[in-house]
């Protein structure tokens, strides 16, 4: 998941940069992908306050029980 996001981000900022004809040393880009990896790491493992774990769950709970209500119903949800 971490390697996903960090790929996904060093492709989008490279794609930038090439769009914008910025020129970057390899140093500086070296630099900036480990910064980058270990921020997302610590990002990852750092444990969420019991507020936000209460509400990420109670949120995960409403989803189950749209999407359970949806299959029971057979609804067709137009926007």
């Known amino acids: 998941m971490i390697q996903g996001e960090y790929q996904n981000i060093i492709s989008k900022v490279t794609e930038f940069f090439h769009q914008h004809s910025y020129c970057i040393s390899e140093k ?13 790491q610590r990002l990852y493992k750092k444990k969420l306050s019991r507020k936000l774990s ?20 057979r609804q067709v949800i137009l926007r």
Do not use: T
């Not at 500086?28 to 997302?40: A, G, V």
């Open 54 to 73: 209460v509400r990420a769950k109670r949120e995960h709970k409403l989803i189950i029980s749209i999407r359970r209500y949806l299959r029971k119903y």
């Open 28 to 40: 500086r880009i070296n630099e900036f992908s480990i910064d980058l990896k270990n921020l997302l």
